[in-house]
């Protein structure tokens, strides 16, 4: 499976080399791009530097007046005609983003898929709000005689990914971009960079020169630099929080649009009213496992009333067991190896420190003899009990398959913990009852609470997503995305220049009592 896998993919995608205004610049450093299956090299990243990241925002604002300009339905074909050429190669895109971030193969194919989605969402949506709104004659347009409101598209937009879902967590601003017609410039992680630069490749060859750039290049050079450049009227970012910080700072000194999706560390709450069903253990172990817990809004800590305490902990513990734990392309396989190095070891310290404080913790799952135990950076999905509520498991990110599960007594004590923490993504409440989970739900600091579900599908397009206090600043899905890379421009047009607006009469009688004083 691995070996066709690796048979189909195209050798020009092993190295992913920036692209500028449609030329491949020379770079002379490049790293190598590991599977984390294996330890074994998947292709190489030439590295972009900060005069390829000048060149390309500089493309990028030479190519938006006539991208933007272009009428909206030819835009939008040839943004689809962009869109149907990925679509021929999406499984192949969809096996190297396995191979360079670990996820089993559906999940990186919902990776490419639901992208390919998204951008097609967003032209249908740019084509239905094409007119701009009209706001005419309603409440507080005073004596306007038409009043309406577009989106109009800001000019470059600097985009810098995340490794754990590369395609689809930019595509949240790519796809709005073009859509809108605004221009892009791409920075994906040094850590899985292949699969996003091939698509972006891909696609640029259906658009104008200097509509897509892409600059890999190191985050801390190249993301800081397109941060703080003037020329970047937008930038998005998928990542940590503390980068988070870093990049809004960068980009205050020339006041740009900024949205950032950062950690999370969602709670989900189990309450007493909650009947402990299979199918509330299924979604829970979804929600906390997906991915290998790195979603930025996985599950990342339970707590649950002491009366279902030992239910919840038995039942799911003996669903985790379940949890085949593999290479990205074994078919038997639920979840793969951790994608990075530095989360694995992060992942072994916290077990640790949680050992060591005497928490229980309980390595689950079976090992497909496709895991490479020793070479990869394979976790078993855990679940850790008897842990402190303020353990740094259960208040930071973790970002691995492992699952800290606190008791609580009073839902007052429930929301307390809850709220406790910096991020405030999403989170859950689980029970039938759903007067009483709302009634919780109402009071947890989050982007979405959801009711009985916590995972990719519950989070709908008609609801933005995003994430409150540290977790983030903006919403995505639909026009929440689309308002990241536009900027609103109200047309407010009055009939003809007469008499119409407050105050003009006084104006008026400065034109008819004093006659024009000769200028000196
Ligand atoms: P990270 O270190 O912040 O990296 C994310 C991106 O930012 C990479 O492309 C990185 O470049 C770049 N970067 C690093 N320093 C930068 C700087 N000073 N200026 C500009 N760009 C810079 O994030 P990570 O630790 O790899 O990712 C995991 C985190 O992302 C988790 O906390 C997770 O919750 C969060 N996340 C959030 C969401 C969401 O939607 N809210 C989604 C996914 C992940 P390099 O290529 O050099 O690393
Ligand atoms: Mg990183």
């Known amino acids: 499976m691995t070996n066709d896998a690796h048979a189909r993919l195209r050798d020009e995608w092993r190295l992913a080399a920036p692209l500028i205004d449609g030329f491949t610049p020379e770079v002379t450093e490049t790293l190598v791009v590991t599977n984390p299956a294996t330890g074994a090299q998947v292709g190489r990243v030439a590295l972009a530097d900060v005069r390829h990241a000048d060149e390309a925002v500089a493309a990028a604002v030479r190519a938006f007046p006539g991208w933007r300009d272009i009428p909206t339905t030819e835009r939008g074909a040839m943004v689809l005609a962009a869109v149907d050429a990925v679509e021929a190669i999406a499984d192949e895109l969809a096996a190297l983003i396995s191979l360079e971030v670990g996820k089993v193969l559906h999940e990186a194919q919902g990776d490419v898929r639901g992208s390919l989605a998204m951008v097609r969402g967003m032209v249908q949506l740019v084509a239905e709000l094409e007119a701009g709104e009209d706001r005419t004659g309603l409440p507080g347009t005073g004596q306007a005689s038409f009043v309406r409101l577009r989106h109009v598209p800001v000019g470059a937009v600097a985009v810098i990914g995340p490794w754990n879902t590369p395609i689809f967590l930019t595509f949240n601003a790519i796809a709005p ?43 801390s050079v190249v993301g800081q630099h397109l941060a703080e450049h003037p020329d970047v009227r937008a930038v998005s970012f998928t990542g940590s929080t503390g980068t988070g910080r870093r990049i809004a700072a960068a980009a205050a000194a020339n006041i740009k649009k900024v949205a950032l999706e950062l950690g999370g560390n969602d709670p989900a709450v189990v309450l007493e009213s909650a009947e402990i069903t299979d199918s509330l253990i299924a979604e829970l172990v979804a929600g906390c496992f997906a991915m290998t817990g790195q979603i930025c809004f996985n599950i990342k800590r339970i707590y649950v009333h002491r009366s279902r305490h030992d239910e919840l902990v038995e ?77 740094e498991l259960v208040l930071d990110e973790q970002f691995a398959p492992i699952i800290p599960i606190v008791p609580f007594d009073t839902d007052e004590e429930a929301i307390v913990e809850a709220n406790r923490t910096e991020f405030g993504l999403a989170s859950s409440i689980w029970s039938q009852d759903l007067r009483h989970a709302e009634a919780v739900a109402r009071r947890i600091e989050a982007g979405n609470t959801f009711i009985n579900a916590h995972r990719l599908g519950a989070s709908v397009p008609l609801v933005p997503f995003g994430g409150v206090k540290q977790s983030g600043l903006g919403r995505t899905h639909l026009l929440y995305s689309l308002e990241h890379v536009t900027d609103e421009h109200g047309i407010v047009g009055f009939s003809h220049p007469a008499a119409q607006l407050p105050g003009i009469t006084r104006w008026q009688t400065v034109l008819a009592d004093h006659p024009a004083k000769e200028n000196v």
Not at 363 to 373: F, K, N, T, V, Y
């Open 177 to 219: 971009a073009l859509a809108a017609g605004a221009t892009l410039v791409v920075k994906p992680a040094v850590e899985a960079p292949l699969a996003l630069t091939a698509m972006l490749r891909a696609m640029a060859e259906h658009l104008p020169d200097g509509v897509i750039n892409v600059v890999p290049g190191r985050g």
């Open 315 to 391: 039942k799911l513990s003996a669903a985790v067991s379940r949890i085949v734990v593999g290479d990205a392309f074994d078919p038997d396989a639920h979840i793969g190896p951790l994608a990075t190095r530095d989360g694995y070891d992060n992942a072994l310290r916290l077990l640790d420190e949680a050992r060591a404080a005497g928490a229980v913790v309980r390595e689950l799952g079976i090992r497909a003899d496709s895991a490479d135990w020793t070479a990869g950076n394979y976790i078993a999905p855990t679940v850790v009990t008897g842990i402190a509520a303020d353990h």
